[in-house]
T-cell receptor
Framework: GAGVSQSPRYKVAKRGQDVALRCDPI?????LFWYQQALGQGPEFLTYFQNEAQLDKSGLPSDRFFAERPEGSVSTLKIQRTQQEDSAVYLCASSLAVENIQYFGAGTRLSVL | QKEVEQNSGPLSVPEGAIASLNCTYSDRGSQSFFWYRQYSGKSPELIMS????GDKEDGRFTAQLNKASQYVSLLIRDSQPSDSATYLC?????????????FGTGTRLTIIP
């Protein structure tokens, strides 16, 4: 596709439910990033993939958060046993490795009730 | 001290005037600098990137970088109502190809017709 695609756009979960958020990066983009954006804040880094390798997961807030990119294209961010503090917009970005310009998807707004 | 600091605003500027947005960063190793525009409920959109000291102009936008003062700014000339948005400053540090973005909290800009 022309841009980074994320789905679903909105997700409402009951506390304790597991959720899975999908990111389809721009074709050919090697690098893929996940960010979390709380209301009124800038995005905060969660994790980074280069192709299928997860090279940095230092931003994941707890072991309930898990991300994968098994074939080096589509990525899934999974949150287990969701908590209210997980409510945020989850943004995915991709870039060509050498260009270093990140292009963002529209995000998934997660609300945990 | 936050790694990237911005005045959260709101900043109100009359239509046609120059809007000046400022950002400071704490890590002298920061290498690349970006300004993203984010409309309410939308994803960040890259406006400008700058990598070396001095000015970089693109249409009505000028980015200015001063690494000695650890300061980067964005000037918007001939401000239009469509420029009303939150402007996010972001920096990266060289980290073995992981060019994760560190964002400020954003400055909310309102252009008054």
């Amino acid at each position: 596709g022309a841009g980074v695609s994320q789905s679903p756009r909105y997700k409402v979960a009951k506390r304790g439910q597991d959720v899975a958020l999908r990111c389809d990066p721009i074709s050919g983009h090697v690098s893929l990033f996940w960010y979390q954006q709380a209301l009124g804040q800038g995005p905060e880094f969660l994790t980074y993939f280069q192709n299928e390798a997860q090279l940095d997961k230092s931003g994941l807030p707890s072991d309930r958060f898990f991300a994968e990119r098994p074939e080096g294209s589509v990525s899934t961010l999974k949150i287990q046993r969701t908590q209210q503090e997980d409510s945020a917009v989850y943004l995915c970005a991709s870039s060509l490795a050498v260009e270093n310009i990140q292009y963002f998807g529209a995000g998934t707004r997660l609300s945990v009730l | 001290q936050k790694e990237v600091e911005q005045n959260s605003g709101p900043l109100s500027v009359p239509e046609g005037a120059i809007a000046s947005l400022n950002c400071t960063y704490s890590d002298r190793g920061s290498q690349s600098f970006f300004w993203y525009r984010q409309y309410s409920g939308k994803s960040p959109e890259l406006i400008m990137s700058i990598y070396s000291n001095g000015d970089k102009e693109d249409g009505r936008f000028t980015a200015q970088l001063n690494k000695a003062s650890q300061y980067v700014s964005l000037l918007i000339r001939d401000s239009q109502p469509s420029d009303s948005a939150t402007y996010l400053c972001a920096v990266t540090k060289p980290n073995f190809g992981n060019e994760k973005l560190t964002f400020g909290t954003g400055t909310r800009l309102t252009i008054i017709p």
